[in-house]
Each structure stands twice: as C-alpha cells, then as structure tokens.
C-alpha cells in the first residue's frame, strides 16, 4: 500500500510563487518517475498538470508551461512542482498521483489559492 503525502499548498498573491511537494512511502516502489500532479477546481473536472513522460522529460499542461516546473527525484520517491508567475486561474486542490503498473494512489491534496 502506497502512502502519498503533499505539502507546500498556500494562499499567494497573483505573480507569486510555491513549491508543492510528495512524497511516497509504502510498498515497494520500484517504478521510476512514478508521480505526478493533477488539479482540480471546484466544479470542474481532475486535470493533468505536470509529470515525466516516456523518455524521463518533463511534461506539462499547456495552461502551466513555461511556469511550473516538474522534477522527481527518484531515490527519495519525491516530486516537486515548482509554481511560479501564479494566476487567479490556477487556484485548486493540487492531488498528486502514483501510479505504478496496476498500484494506484492519491494524495489527500493540498491547496493552492491565488488572489489578485
């Protein structure tokens, strides 16, 4: 049973930065790249935002490219999004997700909420 714990979640003024952060713990892990972030605004649907693609390179939404930067850090089974130059638009939960041939987990989510 994978465990997932995100962090770095916050109210920031438009233009403003933060850092999320997951952590897996649990099972036995032996997937790499195996995290990724996703988001969700109230009445919309979960949406891909950023992770590793089939070659290792970052991938991103078109909506976050150029701002977010995806990096995973394999031997600590961590994923960080690194967020900047925020916008009222990316307010939302930010669930992080494992998936690792058929385990898959959510995070409990964390926060992010853009003001102007």
């Known amino acids: 049973q994978v465990q997932l714990v995100e962090s770095g979640g916050g109210s920031v003024q438009a233009g403003g930065s933060l850092e999320l952060s997951c952590a897996a713990s649990?099972?036995?892990?032996?997937?790499?790249?195996?995290l990724r972030w996703y988001r969700q605004a109230p009445g919309k649907e979960r949406d891909f935002v950023a992770g590793m693609d089939s070659s290792g390179s970052p991938r991103y939404a078109d909506s976050v490219k150029g701002r977010f930067t995806f990096s995973h850090d394999n031997p600590r089974n961590t994923a960080y999004l690194q967020m900047t130059s925020l916008k009222i638009e990316d307010t939302a939960m930010y669930y992080c997700?494992?998936?690792?041939?058929?385990?898959?987990?959510w995070g409990q989510g964390t926060q992010v909420t853009v003001s102007s």
């Open positions: 997700e494992f998936l690792c041939f058929q385990t898959h987990a």
């Open positions: 649990g099972g036995y892990i032996f997937c790499r790249n195996s």
